[in-house]
């Protein structure tokens, strides 16, 4: 490969720009912007707006399903459970949970906590989330659920 400094046309540009060529660079006027204001100029863009949303909603909505039908003898086994539990118990449930915008459709959830209460009138029961920490504040309360008999798909009850 040539040099192109040593080529005809290299030297005609030389010849050209000869008075600056041999200058340094000159200084911004401006200071240098750092780094972070770079990246904030450069960020991107939503082009189409709600797309992220959409694309979310359609990742969730794959992920629901139709409420599975619990056979006569699982009802039964889950009818002797119920019964056996009691204020204060210690559970592990496994339940339906409807999805409001896609209401035939749902998902499983998981939810381990201490029944505060039962209503066999209205057929739910009512659990309190383990929070993870022991040290609750009076302020902060573990969540509450209410749960319908109906979608209940698995109770385990662990005496303490």
Do not use: W
Request: hydrophobic content about 30%; aromatic content about 8%.
């Amino acid at each position: 490969m040539t040099d192109y400094k040593n080529t005809p046309k290299g030297r005609i540009v030389r010849q050209k720009y000869a008075d600056i060529l041999p200058l340094l660079r000159p200084e911004p006027i401006r200071p240098r912007m750092n780094t972070q204001n770079r990246a904030k100029i450069f960020s991107p863009f939503s082009a189409l707006r709600g797309y992220d949303e959409e694309i979310s909603d359609e990742d969730r909505v794959h992920g629901l399903m139709a409420k599975i039908e619990l056979s006569n003898e699982d009802k039964n086994r889950l009818s002797d459970r119920l019964l056996q539990t009691k204020k204060n118990m210690s559970v592990t449930v496994e339940y339906f949970h409807t999805d409001k915008m896609y209401a035939p459709l749902g998902t499983y959830k998981t939810l381990t906590g201490t029944v505060s209460r039962i209503d066999p009138m209205y057929q739910e029961i009512e659990i309190i989330g383990d929070t993870g920490s022991k040290t609750d504040t009076p302020l902060e309360k573990a969540p509450s659920i209410c749960i319908a008999f109906d979608d209940l798909f698995s109770l385990e009850t662990s005496f303490e």
